[in-house]
T-cell receptor
């Protein structure tokens, strides 16, 4: 069966510090991968998606970046965090038959920028 | 503009009662509509997915309906349980458009004993 992992589960970082969140998927190959952010009490905002290694599409302009160094690994990064980067970050995967397929979400990372 | 609006924003019901959550969308062209359940501090979990030709789909005590003509969907929960307390998110996807799923802001359901 497929599983998706995210770490760390929680993170507290000072403004201006770098960020690296990691997501890995097991039990499937060539998945579509997604990064979302969810502000407190708000809906999910798609940040990045990837259809293959090294292929990243950005949905919103921001100081975040994403990379996919391996088929089942998706990394969210920032060189300098802002207060507004605080939120709940979710990674998701879907089958490669289409980007509108059902997405399966990881447990999330709670990021607090102070 | 592609939008998904959910109502009510929040809802409180007593255990054992039924409830219905609404989702209206303006996404076009339509591919599918999904309902997710998100427990506090967790990732969303898919409940149902419906394509254009489907107008109802059940998953246990959850029943989703879709009216593609009026662009409305509902999620009906029967015999609610305390564990149903969560945020319910409606997601609509467009045809052949990479990464283009539009998420609603969700309805927060609280089931009280």
């Amino acid at each position: 069966s497929q599983t998706i992992h995210q770490w760390p589960a929680t993170l507290v970082q000072p403004v201006g510090s770098p960020l690296s969140l990691e997501c890995t998927v097991e039990g499937t190959s060539n998945p579509n991968l997604y990064w979302y952010r969810q502000a407190a009490g708000r809906g999910l905002q798609l940040l990045f998606y990837s259809v293959g290694i090294g292929q990243i599409s950005s949905e919103v302009p921001q100081n975040l970046s994403a990379s996919r160094p391996q088929d089942r690994q998706f990394i969210l990064s920032s060189k300098k965090l802002l207060l507004s980067d605080s939120g709940f970050y979710l990674c998701a995967w879907s089958g490669s038959s289409g980007l509108s397929d059902t997405q399966y979400f990881g447990p999330g990372t709670r990021l607090t920028v102070l | 503009k592609n939008q998904v609006e959910q109502s009510p924003q929040s809802l409180i019901i007593l255990e054992g009662k039924n409830c219905t959550l609404q989702c209206n969308y303006t996404v076009s062209p339509f591919s599918n509509l999904r309902w997710y359940k998100q427990d506090t501090g967790r990732g969303p979990v898919s409940l149902t997915i419906m394509t254009f030709s489907e107008n109802t789909k059940s998953n246990g005590r959850y029943t989703a309906t879709l009216d593609a003509d009026t662009k409305q969907s509902s999620l009906h929960i029967t015999a609610s349980q305390l564990s149903d307390s969560a945020s319910y998110i409606c997601v609509v996807s467009r045809n052949y458009n990479a990464g283009k799923s539009t998420f609603g802001d969700g309805t927060t359901l609280t089931v009280k004993p």
